[in-house]
């Protein structure tokens, strides 16, 4: 079991592991650990060790390590304005076509609303009973939270339940979360629906809407929690439709924040219709060589 330490051993161990000081007090490099927490800042640290050891590369400073990190919280306060941008419209055209079929019922709670749209499969076909399984876990996921929001204590919620009328889509879709938002996408059956959704935002099907969609709940939870974007590989692969493309600025691998950050800024660019938001995104994403390297090469 680890043992705490106070702000000065902290502060010991990072110059102990080679890192440089120059002209950071140890009094001023002490207050970025209390304001910023040693195992968030660690994790920023590893990022300028030798590779296979615990050391700092020769030359590492801590005014270096103390820019990157506020490099990053600048990012993460970009994306969170970005996704300020795209969740609300995706939920209001997407609130707006679902609802056009299903009225003001509450069909979104029926199961045969989504996947799967067969039967179990045999036990023997593996591959496909564990796909009819996955769908079966997403589509209950959804339906448990659609249900949970019942008791949510929102005035235009209660108003539907007092009254003794199903809530309809257009109001609960406000209250759901936007990971849950993305799980009622996969989940849904028919994805024809989505198809005026994903014309208006220029993407080239409704698969890239799902994905682009899941990528982004996912970067909005990193970036909301105060999480690490710079030199983070991503678990799963971002979808690059066109309106990203045609926004990047170098080669972009798909298990990079490059790429969700590029997503993100060519999403929020066709809404608003003009390039003013990834113009001044990508541009703070490369304002640092550094920083730019760890976002389209990360290395943790």
């Not at 659609?146 to 008791?151: H, I, K």
């Not at 899941?214 to 991503?234: E, K, M, P, S, Y």
Request: aromatic share 10%.
């Amino acid at each position: 079991m680890k043992c705490w330490i106070d702000l000065d051993a902290q502060v010991q161990r990072h110059i102990d592991r080679g890192l440089q000081l120059r002209g950071t007090s140890r009094k001023q490099f002490a207050l970025f650990l209390y304001s910023s927490n040693y195992y968030r800042v660690s994790g920023y640290g590893r990022c300028f060790y030798e590779p296979g050891t615990e050391m700092y590369k020769t030359g590492t400073s801590a005014e270096l390590l103390m820019e990157i990190y506020d490099h990053d919280r600048a990012i993460r306060n970009m994306v969170l304005e970005g996704i300020g941008v795209v969740e609300p419209t995706l939920r209001s055209r997407v609130a707006y076509h679902v609802a056009h079929v299903l009225g003001g019922d509450d069909g979104y709670l029926r199961k045969d609303f989504y996947l799967p749209s067969t039967a179990e499969p045999d036990a023997l076909d593996v591959k496909a009973r564990h796909r009819w399984n996955a769908e079966v876990r997403n589509r209950d996921k959804v339906l448990a939270s659609f249900q949970e929001l019942r008791n949510r204590n929102e005035i235009f919620i209660q108003h539907h339940i007092k009254n003794g009328d199903p809530i309809p889509f257009w109001a609960i879709i406000e209250v759901v979360s936007f990971g849950t938002f993305s799980r009622f996408l996969r989940a849904l059956r028919d994805k024809s629906l989505l198809g005026p959704v994903t014309k208006s935002l220029n993407l080239e099907d409704e698969r890239k809407f799902v994905q682009a969609v899941q990528n982004l709940a996912f970067f909005r939870n990193i970036a909301a929690h105060h999480g690490r974007i710079w030199n983070r590989r991503l678990d799963g692969h971002v979808t690059l439709p066109q309106l990203a493309l045609s926004v990047k600025r170098e080669y972009l691998s798909p298990k990079t924040p490059a790429a969700a950050l590029t997503l993100l800024a060519g999403l929020v660019d066709q809404i608003e219709g003009d390039n003013s938001f990834s113009t001044t995104l990508l541009d703070l994403v490369h304002d640092s060589d550094e920083y730019a390297r760890g976002c389209y090469r990360p290395i943790l």
